[in-house]
């Protein structure tokens, strides 16, 4: 009985998710899912990527969170629209939160749309959002096991940043063992390495998305 439901979960959220889809497609809208653990540099990530894009393209953000506005204080703080999703308890953003949220954006007005999934390595990935690409950050701080203990996530997405690569001469992490796993579950991936400290990598990372919305 609970596979059930959950299947009549995923199928509503399919539907609504693309009726987003259609929405971002006759908007001109490329939407990227991004997801990762708490603390592993999404907030940072976006704010880089935006200061890099934002004179070339049309930026508006989604953010969700189970309680509080900081990360979306953040986001406004650069002059782009942003909206903010309180799950209130819930570990995933859905398709449905995502349609409700569209009434507060100006989908005329943007060509490009991130929305910051909730910090979990599980949930996120099996939702739907009507998204063009998922990608998922993992900090080096969380180290190399992370892939082969959480494989979803890394199936699912287009995209890995690894991210605070400029700590990598603190930690006792292989990035070579990360690139094997994560490739070995999803060898089409594209892995980036950055650092939001430093910006190393933040020029790579935008500039090939630039491709993918042009």
């Not at 907030?43 to 004179?55: A, F, G, N, P, W």
């Not at 309180?86 to 954006?105: F, K, Q, R, S, V």
């Not at 579950?185 to 630039?210: A, R």
């Amino acid at each position: 009985m609970k596979i059930k439901i959950a299947a009549k979960i995923l199928d509503a959220n399919e539907k609504i998710a693309a009726e987003n889809r259609q929405i971002f497609d006759n908007n001109k809208i490329f939407t990227i899912n991004l997801m990762s653990s708490p603390g592993a540099g999404k907030t940072s990530l976006l704010e880089k990527t935006i200061k890099y894009l934002r004179e070339k393209e049309k930026v508006g953000v989604i953010v969700g969170d189970i309680a509080g506005t900081d990360d979306a204080l953040r986001i406004n703080s650069l002059g782009v629209p942003v909206v903010q999703i309180n799950t209130g308890g819930a570990c995933h953003l859905d398709a449905n939160m995502i349609n409700n949220a569209l009434e507060d954006i100006p989908i005329n007005d943007i060509n490009l749309l991130f929305i910051e999934n909730v910090g979990n390595l599980v949930c996120p990935a099996e939702f739907n959002l009507g998204e063009n690409i998922k990608v998922m950050i993992l900090s080096l701080t969380e180290g190399h096991d992370k892939p082969l203990k959480y494989p979803l996530m890394f199936q699912k997405s287009s995209v890995l940043i690894l991210n605070k690569i400029d700590l990598k001469p603190f930690l006792d992490v292989s990035i070579e063992k990360i690139k094997v796993d994560v490739t070995s579950l999803n060898p089409s991936i594209k892995i980036f390495e950055v650092s939001c400290k430093t910006n190393e990598g933040i020029e790579n990372w935008t500039k090939w998305l630039q491709t993918l919305i042009s």
